[in-house]
């Protein structure tokens, strides 16, 4: 099933690849061509974390599982020192804070995710699509 999807998402990245090389300034075929990476990344990691697990290998398990918690942590941290060198070259302005807001909320979510686990409740659960709306919100404005 996930190597057919793959296939699927490869097929999108060309088209989407074609379609930015037509008009490459056209917002719906950049945003195209970089949520079909990113979906095609993450199947492919999908696929090789299920191949490792599969061989029962301890060290590489773990390294498995610890790659996406180190990412969005390098992310977290390279978005935060974005910031401070956009606001030194741009001033104290809002557009200079988004990366800001998008490490901000990368860190709500992260926490979400991996430090509460299954959300109890609704008033819980309420936050937590709110933390992921506004997630997603500032990282498409800041693609």
Known sequence: MLTSLIYLLLALVVVAVV?????????IFGSLLIFSLLLTVMALY????GYVL?????VMNILVILLPIAVIA???????????????KEGKSFTAKLALFLAVT???DFYLLFLI???HGRLL????????LVYNTFFLLFL
Request: charged residues 15%; proline residues 2%.
């Open 74 to 88: 390098f992310a977290i941290f390279w978005l935060a020192r974005n910031t401070n060198i956009i606001s030194h």
């Open 46 to 49: 999908l696929k090789l974390a």
């Open 54 to 58: 599969d061989k029962q290998i301890p």
């Open 117 to 119: 686990g299954e959300v």
């Open 106 to 108: 990368m860190g709500i």
């Open 125 to 132: 659960f309420f936050c937590y699509t709110l933390g992921l």
């Open 19 to 27: 379609a930015v090389a037509i008009d490459k300034r056209n917002f």
